[in-house]
């Protein structure tokens, strides 16, 4: 099946440093859904994106949908050791929440305290 | 609110058995959920698409006589994976979408399966 393109593959970094992660498509997604995952269990949505060019923040997160519908970023500011774990992307055709999601491959955070 | 269970947690079984696998939404009504499968180390592969009444919508490459899903009632639908090989161990996850407008999926914590 499909997949969106998900970079980095996975990262390590510091304690109180920022992050930045990013998904993109050959083509054009109308929602755009950030996930995180901790081992052995199930995704949890972080934002969601609806409008293009639509930037949302939930605490430390940030993430932002494309202008071109085509990309969106996450971004993970003063990291702390709870955000371990691996981040997935996700988009959908539509606005309805009951159309199929595309994942993208998955980065993989680790914090070093 | 949104809180989508699985059942079991966790399952071994031999190989040739079939083995099923519960998601409900255990506060609000799903007419949609969907059945993902993830391989270790691996995203979230969708396996299909189950509709309350209705035959699951199967994703091209999954057999339908394989994964057996019924989607019996607004709060619950169960996969069913038959003659289980080893092939078949992996993590499987499903989603609920809330029957309301606008409203997106929740995700099951998944159901670890290893067919010996």
């Known amino acids: 099946g499909q997949q969106l393109n998900q970079s980095p593959q996975s990262m390590f970094i510091q304690e109180g440093e920022d992050v930045s992660m990013n998904c993109t498509s050959s083509?054009?997604?109308?929602?755009w859904l950030w996930y995180k995952q901790d081992p052995g269990e199930g995704p949890v949505l972080l934002i969601a994106l609806y409008k293009a060019g639509e930037l949302t923040s939930n605490g430390r997160l940030t993430a932002q949908f494309g202008i071109t519908r085509k990309d969106s970023f996450l971004n993970i500011s003063a990291s702390i050791p709870s955000d371990v774990g691996i981040y997935f992307c996700?988009?959908?055709?539509?606005?309805?929440?009951?159309?199929?999601?595309?994942f993208g491959k998955g980065t993989k955070l680790t914090v070093n305290p | 609110g949104a809180v989508v269970s699985q059942h079991p947690s966790w399952v071994i079984c031999k190989s040739g058995t079939s083995v099923k696998i519960e998601c409900r939404s255990l506060d609000f009504q799903a007419t949609t959920m969907f059945w993902y499968r993830q391989f270790p180390k691996q995203s979230l592969m969708l396996m299909a698409t189950?509709?309350?009444?209705?035959?699951?919508?199967?994703e091209q490459g999954v057999e339908k006589d394989k994964f057996l899903i019924n989607h019996a009632s607004l709060t619950l639908s169960t996969l069913t994976v038959t003659s289980a090989h080893p092939e078949d161990s992996s993590f499987y996850i499903c989603?609920?979408?809330?029957?309301?407008?606008?409203?997106?999926?929740?995700f099951g914590p998944g159901t670890r399966l290893t067919v010996l």
């Open positions: 989603s609920a979408h809330r029957d309301l407008r606008g409203d997106t999926q929740y």
């Open positions: 083509s054009i997604f109308n929602t």
């Open positions: 189950s509709n309350e009444g209705s035959k699951a919508t199967y």
């Open positions: 996700a988009g959908q055709r539509g606005q309805g929440g009951s159309e199929k999601l595309v």
